[in-house]
């Protein structure tokens, strides 16, 4: 997982440096704290020394703004390495999921995936930004605060080694149900923003076909899951960060004990008792630190996780043969089912530049289905697909696309354009053309096209088709009377 992360940020390693120096000097600083406030109680305030009052305050105050400088200047830059990674990271997947096939891109919930992968991204590139300094300075620190509540006693030390065993036993029985319990919240959280988020993009065609009650079941049922996964995630982090509040505080009353009792009898001096208290501090927090570190590791190892999953999803495999036009597509006994339902059986058809076909038959016949296939974007159906007498297991059908295919989909793919869906149509069906394809294929092109719009539409068909293989899908009788060719599902 580490490698995973930091093979993405080499580019960053002047910023990582810069952070890495910071944390040392914030270390340094708040070691230094309890040490020179013993000193300011037993030899400034007790002897009395006013010069060395003042000094000390002018220290303690030159100290206390290099570790302001020291903390926002790595905070600043660690926010840059996470944000940009985070996006970087992002972008990987999003060009990983453009290179899968076309049925399961079909078949995914999309924005489940994308809000899953979000979250994953930033948990697993917080974590290790967060971490890949902290962990060096909080040994650092553990280290050598242990050496300090050594100089004092070595009592102090065995005392903070049982209690941070006992912490660590705890850590070790927790820690698998809380990964478990992490995976859990991750799921149903991203599963519960997709029914929030239906609600939402939907919701025009839930009020238009009176779909209410059933998506507020579905999003009802999604958080209730969430809820409980939640909650059990809660109490399970309530008894993990509750064996470290219980251990600490062991620890500190036996300080207060013991370190009060060594004052009384003037084996210990109150400076000494403070920096104690204050090397104690630091000690625990240490342990606190990994034992967090811990409970963070098993998350973005979750992350992590989800996230190779993805990559691991096989890509889409292409051709090299590179074409320079497409004259002919031939379909050679296609079969495909969807849940066991046979859609397309043994189909076989050829299209031909200079002719239009309008495939035709009734909702769920495999018409969308079929113009899939034709373009290559999906390809597990058993028969084969020609395009000018080549099989498409050897053309590279990307590149066709790009630069041969023009497709018109069902559902319009412009975003945020502030116009009628007649115009959405009109202007998508015209960028279609403008690239004057070699293969023109429409799936139910006259959707929201006024008589005025379905005539233009009509006309450019017509005007065109010897230049082009013209594939359509539609329920117009006027784009019927237009077509050379009607292929009945």
């Given at each position: 997982?580490?490698?995973?992360?930091?093979?993405?940020l080499r580019?960053?390693?002047?910023?990582?440096?810069?952070?890495a120096f910071?944390?040392?000097?914030i270390?340094?600083?708040?070691?230094?704290?309890?040490?020179?406030?013993?000193?300011?109680?037993?030899e400034i305030?007790?002897?009395g020394?006013?010069?060395?009052?003042?000094?000390?305050?002018g220290?303690?105050?030159?100290i206390?703004?290099?570790?302001?400088?020291?903390?926002?200047?790595s905070a600043?830059?660690?926010?840059?390495?996470l944000?940009a990674?985070?996006?970087?990271l992002?972008?990987?997947?999003?060009?990983?999921?453009?290179?899968?096939?076309?049925?399961?891109?079909?078949?995914s919930?999309?924005?489940?995936l994308?809000?899953?992968v979000?979250?994953?991204?930033?948990?697993?590139?917080?974590?290790?930004v967060?971490?890949?300094?902290d962990?060096?300075?909080?040994?650092f620190?553990?280290l050598?605060?242990?050496f300090?509540?050594l100089?004092?006693?070595?009592?102090?030390?065995?005392i903070?080694?049982?209690?941070?065993a006992?912490?660590f036993?705890?850590?070790?029985i927790?820690?698998?149900?809380?990964?478990?319990?992490?995976?859990?919240?991750?799921?149903t959280?991203?599963k519960?923003?997709t029914?929030l988020?239906?609600n939402f993009v939907?919701a025009?065609?839930?009020k238009?076909?009176?779909?209410n009650?059933?998506?507020f079941?579905?999003f009802?049922?999604?958080?209730?899951k969430?809820?409980?996964?939640?909650?059990?995630?809660?109490?399970?982090?309530?008894?993990?960060?509750?064996?470290e509040i219980?251990?600490?505080d062991?620890?500190?009353?036996l300080v207060f004990?013991l370190?009060?009792l060594?004052?009384?009898r003037?084996?210990?001096?109150?400076g000494?008792?403070v920096?104690l208290?204050?090397?104690?501090a630091f000690?625990m927090q240490?342990?606190a630190?990994?034992?967090?570190?811990?409970?963070?590791?098993?998350?973005a190892l979750a992350?992590?996780r989800?996230?190779?999953?993805?990559?691991?999803l096989?890509q889409?495999?292409?051709?090299?043969?590179k074409l320079?036009g497409?004259?002919?597509?031939?379909?050679?006994?296609?079969n495909?089912?969807?849940?066991?339902?046979?859609?397309?059986?043994?189909?076989?058809?050829?299209f031909e530049?200079?002719?239009?076909?309008c495939?035709?038959?009734?909702n769920?016949?495999?018409?969308?289905?079929l113009?899939?296939?034709?373009?290559?974007?999906?390809?597990?159906?058993?028969?084969?697909?020609?395009?000018?007498g080549?099989?498409?297991?050897?053309?590279?059908t990307?590149?066709?696309?790009e630069?041969?295919?023009?497709?018109?989909?069902?559902?319009e793919f412009?975003r945020?354009?502030e116009?009628s869906?007649?115009?959405?149509?009109?202007?998508i069906?015209?960028?279609?053309?403008?690239?004057?394809?070699?293969?023109?294929?429409?799936?139910?092109?006259d959707?929201?096209?006024?008589a005025a719009g379905?005539?233009?539409?009509?006309?450019?068909?017509?005007?065109?088709k010897?230049?082009?293989?013209?594939i359509l899908?539609?329920?117009?009788e006027?784009?019927?009377?237009a077509?050379?060719?009607l292929?009945?599902?």
């Amino acid at each position: 997982m580490i490698k995973f992360i930091f093979t993405r940020l080499r580019k960053f390693k002047g910023a990582i440096l810069i952070i890495a120096f910071c944390s040392i000097m914030i270390s340094v600083t708040d070691l230094m704290i309890p040490f020179l406030t013993a000193k300011f109680i037993d030899e400034i305030l007790v002897a009395g020394n006013v010069t060395e009052f003042y000094n000390f305050i002018g220290l303690m105050s030159a100290i206390m703004l290099a570790a302001i400088v020291s903390h926002y200047a790595s905070a600043i830059l660690s926010k840059k390495i996470l944000l940009a990674t985070a996006k970087n990271l992002t972008e990987e997947i999003f060009r990983h999921v453009h290179k899968l096939g076309g049925e399961f891109i079909l078949k995914s919930d999309m924005v489940y995936l994308a809000k899953r992968v979000d979250n994953d991204a930033t948990d697993l590139v917080t974590f290790v930004v967060d971490s890949m300094i902290d962990v060096c300075i909080h040994f650092f620190m553990l280290l050598m605060a242990s050496f300090l509540l050594l100089s004092i006693g070595g009592k102090w030390l065995l005392i903070f080694f049982v209690v941070a065993a006992i912490h660590f036993i705890a850590y070790k029985i927790l820690s698998g149900k809380l990964f478990n319990r992490s995976v859990a919240v991750r799921e149903t959280a991203s599963k519960y923003f997709t029914s929030l988020a239906d609600n939402f993009v939907y919701a025009y065609s839930i009020k238009l076909h009176c779909l209410n009650e059933k998506f507020f079941a579905a999003f009802n049922e999604r958080f209730g899951k969430f809820f409980a996964a939640s909650l059990s995630e809660t109490r399970i982090k309530f008894w993990f960060t509750t064996s470290e509040i219980n251990s600490s505080d062991v620890f500190r009353i036996l300080v207060f004990l013991l370190g009060g009792l060594e004052v009384l009898r003037g084996a210990m001096t109150v400076g000494n008792l403070v920096a104690l208290i204050g090397y104690y501090a630091f000690a625990m927090q240490a342990v606190a630190y990994f034992m967090s570190f811990g409970q963070g590791w098993q998350n973005a190892l979750a992350a992590y996780r989800r996230l190779t999953e993805i990559f691991s999803l096989p890509q889409d495999t292409d051709g090299d043969l590179k074409l320079r036009g497409v004259n002919s597509i031939e379909v050679r006994g296609l079969n495909y089912s969807i849940d066991g339902r046979a859609v397309l059986k043994n189909f076989s058809a050829r299209f031909e530049r200079g002719k239009i076909y309008c495939v035709v038959g009734k909702n769920g016949a495999g018409k969308t289905t079929l113009l899939n296939f034709l373009c290559g974007m999906m390809k597990s159906g058993g028969g084969q697909i020609n395009y000018n007498g080549l099989p498409l297991s050897v053309i590279d059908t990307a590149f066709v696309r790009e630069k041969f295919i023009s497709f018109v989909e069902q559902k319009e793919f412009l975003r945020n354009e502030e116009m009628s869906g007649g115009e959405r149509r009109k202007k998508i069906i015209a960028e279609a053309l403008e690239k004057n394809p070699d293969v023109l294929i429409m799936d139910e092109p006259d959707n929201n096209l006024d008589a005025a719009g379905l005539k233009l539409l009509v006309d450019a068909l017509r005007g065109g088709k010897n230049f082009r293989i013209t594939i359509l899908v539609s329920h117009e009788e006027k784009i019927f009377q237009a077509a050379d060719e009607l292929i009945n599902l």
